[in-house]
């Protein structure tokens, strides 16, 4: 298999976190968002993923895009360890929770949308900052309510893809200086997932394009 990923990119750490707890071996392909003005924007790249968002996933002839279609394949293909839980009900709600990262949290704060609000519409940088954390503290706090109880992860006692969504939001949610105070319980999951060898190997900086 071959990654085509960007080492700061949320979306594209989540595919490696599956990847990793998985234990599927692949090709990364460092596709820089902010060299050579985009290389996510090149003619090359917009051929692998007419969108030019990372992260995109060859698995022999198939080629697939965005990271929870990727992992929901991951999980299809190679189910086990299972990323879902075996019962519809719980998998809907385990689902919601990575959709709400994915879905609403994520999208506003990428890469594109900032860069719009900085260019086109003239935004200063404390405008941009304070949208960043309106968003993401509103999406957390409502994640916080969502997570089960006492449990060690987000739904249970292994990680799966709620999991693998919440970390990486919350080392965006830690860039962008959002206040996290509000979220105990998902402190404790993220430090418990980070603490583990998959999401070790799929961090930020382990990555060889970091920096």
């Known amino acids: 298999m071959k990654l085509y990923t960007y080492y700061r990119s949320s979306a594209a750490y989540r595919v490696r976190i599956a990847l990793a707890l998985k234990g599927l071996g692949y090709e990364p392909v460092p596709v820089h968002l902010l060299r050579d003005g985009g290389q996510h924007n090149s003619p090359a790249y917009r ?17 697939l895009t965005q990271s929870l279609a990727i992992v929901e394949y991951l999980e299809e ?4 360890p299972a990323l879902l839980p075996p019962d519809p009900l719980a998998r809907a709600r385990v689902r919601a929770f ?25 935004q200063p940088e404390p405008a941009v900052a304070a949208w960043i954390r309106t968003w993401v503290e509103t999406g957390l ?15 249970g006692e292994t990680p799966g893809m709620a999991d693998l969504c919440l970390v ?3 080392f965006n949610a830690r860039r962008f200086g959002c206040d996290l105070a509000g979220c105990p319980s998902l402190l404790a999951i993220d430090a418990r997932c980070r603490d ?11 990555q060889p394009d970091a920096g």
């Open 47 to 63: 051929a692998v993923n007419p969108q030019g968002l990372v992260p995109a996933l060859e698995d022999g002839p198939a080629l």
């Open 77 to 80: 293909t190679h189910p086990v």
């Open 98 to 122: 990575a959709h709400a990262i994915a879905c609403d949290i994520h999208p506003i704060n990428n890469l594109r949308v900032l860069t719009y609000l900085r260019g086109p519409l003239a």
């Open 141 to 155: 706090a409502a994640l916080e309510r969502m997570v089960v109880s006492g449990a060690p992860y987000c739904f």
């Open 168 to 170: 990486p939001q919350l």
């Open 196 to 206: 583990l060898p998959a999401f070790r190997q799929a961090a930020p900086d382990a």
